[in-house]
């Protein structure tokens, strides 16, 4: 009941937000879930005594610098791109060589490339199309959903025991299969979208959300917690909620900025 009454209260805030706040008001809104992401993040790489504060309230700061310079796109497509070097050349061999990034250092530049991409990514989204944050975003809730479903039905072949034990290749069989739907669905329904570019970016979508998903699974497991915080009764923390979407949506607010597929 704590999750169904916590995912309710979460819709109501964050639709109305989505398509009625002044532009500035949302980009402050989101660095205010940066900033608790960044606390998050701090907690569970063990910061000491006030850090996490410090370091979530520096996440959103560091957003708002960026959201009030001269040209703040010029800034935002510099994290898509250190973001796309980690999610593409970094994070999977972390995860395959199980690093633990101890040092203060590496933690705090981690967070910040896992963050601020995504705190970027969501407010250009948003200012290009609510509908197109909307659909970019239901397309890893779609791939997230369908792979937990697929997963406890037909789940037998672990994908990262290591990792995360409860992930299946059966559940990203399912996530596939419910993203060529979705991808086949937006592109009939959208006059001149090629279905093959919408096939493609739902494909590197899913394989991004994935490894987003994975990766906090593991620092998590480094810190010994299940949940990243308890700031969302039965969902846990705001890393918790936004896992997949940390390498997602930075991917695909890079590529979009490239390459028009419509």
Do not use: C
């Amino acid at each position: 009941m704590n999750r169904v009454i916590t995912g309710i209260v979460m819709l109501a805030v964050f639709v109305p937000a989505l398509f009625f706040l002044p532009t500035l008001l949302w980009a402050i809104l989101i660095a205010l879930v940066a900033g608790m992401a960044g606390y998050e993040w701090a907690k569970i790489s063990a910061f000491p005594q006030a850090l996490p504060g410090l370091y979530g309230a520096g996440m959103a700061v560091i957003a708002m610098v960026v959201y009030f310079l001269p040209s703040p796109s010029h800034a935002m497509l510099l994290l898509w791109a250190m973001s796309a070097v980690f999610w593409v050349l970094v994070a999977p061999l972390w995860l395959a060589n199980r690093w633990r990034g101890e040092t203060y250092f590496v933690r705090a530049l981690t967070g910040a490339l896992v963050i601020l991409p995504t705190w970027a990514a969501i407010v250009a989204f948003r200012e290009r199309s609510p509908w197109l944050l909307l659909g970019v975003m239901a397309l890893v809730w779609i791939a997230d959903s369908a792979a937990y479903y697929a997963g406890r039905r037909f789940g037998r072949r672990k994908l990262a025991p290591g990792i995360s034990p409860g992930k299946s290749w059966e559940g990203v069989a399912g996530a596939g299969i419910a993203l060529v739907l979705y991808a086949s669905a937006i592109s009939a329904a959208i006059v001149g979208l090629r279905i093959a570019g919408a096939l493609a970016l739902a494909a590197a979508l899913l394989y991004f959300s994935i490894l987003g998903d994975l990766f906090e699974s593991w620092m998590k497991r480094l810190a010994g917690v299940k949940d990243s915080g308890t700031i969302l009764p039965g969902h846990g923390g705001v890393l918790d909620r936004i896992d997949a979407l940390t390498a997602a949506l930075p991917i695909a607010a890079g590529i979009l900025h490239f390459v028009s597929w419509v």
